[in-house]
């Protein structure tokens, strides 16, 4: 037998390219591709109801906060060559909106309005219970108001 044609070669070799390319977009996007605002979240992204891990960076009010999303590697220890960010700044144009799905919390004051009774307290205990904790979200839809409604949990159980 002798050996195969060169052509066959180039071909298989460009075929099994394209194929390697394909399959690592795929796997980049779904598993290392980090969401950094809400008009980086595609339709598609909320009608599977994705699940998102993330970083609670700052409590707004009683039943929203913002989310840092923190995909796969390179976040947390022994590979943290990624960092979440600090600075209000760049919490704005780095991190989602999120509003807690199924949560009327009382409204602090704002827009000229008093505050509701006990919204000091709700505020307080988000703000224990999450903020600069790992959190991960389920992408329910896009909010009139901030930005994406969600339903929350705190670390899953090994």
């Known amino acids: 037998l002798g050996s195969p044609p060169i052509a066959y070669l180039i071909v298989s070799g460009f075929f099994l390219g394209c194929v390697s390319t394909l399959g690592a977009t795929s796997v980049y996007r779904r598993y290392f591709g980090r969401l950094r ?3 980086w979240v595609t339709p598609d992204v909320f009608e599977r109801r994705r699940w998102v891990r993330g970083v609670v960076t700052s409590v707004g ?3 929203n906060f913002r989310l840092c999303h923190t995909p ?3 976040w947390r220890w022994p590979l943290k060559f990624r960092r979440v960010p600090t600075l209000s700044k760049k919490l704005k144009d780095q991190t989602i909106h999120v509003r807690i ?3 009327d919390a009382p409204e602090g004051a704002h ?3 008093s505050a509701q009774p006990y919204a000091a307290e709700a505020l307080a205990w988000l703000k224990n219970a999450i903020e600069g904790k790992t959190v991960y979200c389920q992408l329910v839809r896009r909010d009139r108001r901030v930005g994406t409604l969600c339903g929350v949990r705190g670390r899953q159980r090994l």
Do not use: S, Y
Request: glycine residues 20%; hydrophobic residues 45%; charged residues 25%.
């Open 111 to 113: 827009f000229g309005r």
């Open 72 to 74: 796969a590697i390179g």
């Open 101 to 103: 799905a199924g949560v």
């Open 37 to 39: 605002t809400v008009e």
């Open 61 to 63: 009010d009683a039943d």
